[in-house]
């Protein structure tokens, strides 16, 4: 049976479970609409000099973000880790060895997301799974209740940990990313794909990291032990003033996946199904999210997506057995909804701002640089009244002038141009702290491809 190094049941660490959480509100979308939670957590400086500009950073020069407080990592160890992954995993494992990284999907049961993580291998039986917390609690509370001979280290975010993280992990971002990099690494850069990892030895310090993209642009990501936080980023950001480097705040940062077309946070199948119910006693109220938005519905398992529908179809492999691969057998040929951008029209949005200086209830205020306000954001997409999809995130890109969001639409709508329309605003209004008395309003937008920019659509992933 596993074993724990942090955090040995996580239920009892952090006050109520999730169950008792859902039990107390009398139904699970009313636990999610009404929790008094902020909609997400940024424990890092919002500004440095000003969002605008530090958006403008990553596509015009190189942007440094500070990665090392916002995540949570997991740390699994143990003979049986790679086989707890690949139970877990939608993703290939065969092939997977020490000092590679990899995007871990994984589902319920039913074939549901749960959500998405980087997986970093790095060491024989050793794994750092990095992420919104959604993925790491599914792969602990299945290393404690399964038969799994492994060992878990969670370093959790910031704001939920007492102490200094156990790693600094920092990014750099934009055109002159590779060249900041060149400059600092007394050994060679090497050319590697999306997500291959790589070696840099800065100020002394051997330092691994993986390229990465968050926001379209060439980039890389790269950690070590806390105590060289300062080193390390002393070091950068001397060397950066050659390139321009700018400091990308926490609101500048949340704006990354917009460009890129990652769903951040889709609201996790873990409220229905097989094994959920023991789940939900496991899992800390606290991690359970709260939902936002213009769609509703009683049934929780409404505010699901799959793999196929976030475009996480193609990293499925079928060679292995894994939890919901029969269910996403049998969707796998069913036609899907499509990932797209949507562009919010600017007259629509413009109304709503100015709502706020109007007589009456004005429109949900909209927060820039995102507008998200749940950590699981649901609005309505309609078209001619009827509903299409969902929105899952949004809010404004300086580098496109354009305040976009990400959504989920019928396949037969997905083609650039498209006219479509979003609710915005909630009816009736949640309790959650960020929602203040508000109408609906609906806006207008214009179907465009996933990723957004064009940079991102044609360079992203050349390379994986």
């Known amino acids: ?44 400086q919002p500004e440095f000099t000003n969002w605008r500009s530090e958006q403008r950073a990553w596509r015009e020069s190189v942007a440094l973000l500070d990665q090392s407080h916002h995540m949570t990592d997991l740390f699994i160890k143990g003979p049986d880790a790679l086989k707890l992954l ?26 549901y997301l749960i959500g998405d993580a980087i997986l970093v291998y790095l060491e024989e039986g050793l794994f750092d799974l990095v992420g919104w917390h959604m ?70 310090r051997r330092i691994r990291g993986i390229r990465h993209g968050m926001a379209g642009q060439p980039g890389f990501e790269f950690w070590g032990p806390w105590e060289d936080y300062d080193l390390i980023r002393n070091t950068l950001i001397e060397a950066g003033e050659e390139f321009d480097l700018k400091l990308a705040g926490s609101l500048a940062y949340s704006t990354a996946n917009l460009e890129s077309a990652w769903v951040p946070s889709p ?7 097989q094994e959920t119910a023991e789940y939900l006693q496991w899992l800390p ?4 999210g709260s939902v936002a938005g213009s769609f509703t519905s009683d049934n929780i398992a409404d505010y699901y997506t799959t793999p196929f529908e976030i475009g996480y179809g193609k990293l499925i492999d079928w060679d292995h057995d894994f939890i919901g691969k029969d269910a996403l057998k049998a969707m796998a040929d069913q036609q899907h909804r499509q990932k797209v951008s949507l562009e919010w029209n600017a007259q629509d949005l413009a109304a709503a701002q100015r709502s706020l200086s109007e007589e009456g209830t004005p429109a949900k205020y909209f927060d820039f640089p995102k507008a998200r306000y749940g950590l699981y954001q649901v609005d309505r997409v309609e078209r001619d009244g009827k509903l299409v999809g969902i929105s899952h995130d949004c809010g404004y890109l300086t580098n496109e002038q354009a305040f976009v969001s990400l959504a989920t639409i019928d396949a037969d709508l997905a083609e650039p141009g498209t006219e479509v329309e979003v609710v915005w605003g909630e009816s ?37």
């Not at 049941?9 to 009398?26: D, F, N, V, W």
């Not at 609201?267 to 199904?273: D, E, N, R, S, V």
């Not at 991102?456 to 994986?464: L, V």
């Open 1 to 44: 049976m596993s074993q724990t190094t942090v955090e040995a049941t996580a239920s009892t660490t952090a006050g109520p479970s999730a169950a008792e959480a859902i039990a107390a509100a009398g139904d699970t979308v009313s636990a999610l609409r009404n929790a008094q939670a902020a909609p997400t957590i940024f424990p890092v």
């Open 86 to 111: 690949s139970d877990l995993g939608i993703n290939k494992f065969s092939n997977f060895k020490p000092n590679m990284a990899k995007q871990f999907v994984a589902v319920n049961h039913e074939g």
């Open 135 to 204: 993925v790491p609690d599914w792969v602990q509370y299945h290393g404690e209740k399964g038969d799994y001979d492994v060992t878990f280290e969670r370093d959790a975010n910031s704001a939920a940990r007492e102490g200094d993280p156990l790693q600094y992990r920092f990014e750099v971002q934009g055109p002159k990313a590779e060249l900041l990099m060149e400059k600092v690494s007394s050994i060679p850069v090497e050319k590697t794909r999306f997500f291959g990892m790589l070696e840099f030895e800065i100020a002394g």
């Open 267 to 273: 609201t996790p199948a873990i409220f229905t199904g």
């Open 285 to 288: 109220a606290s991690r359970m």
């Open 428 to 464: 009736p209004n949640s309790t959650k702290p960020a929602v203040e008395p508000h109408r609906q309003v609906t806006i207008r937008a214009t179907v465009q491809p996933a990723p957004y920019s064009r940079f991102a659509r044609e360079s992203y992933r050349k390379n994986s």
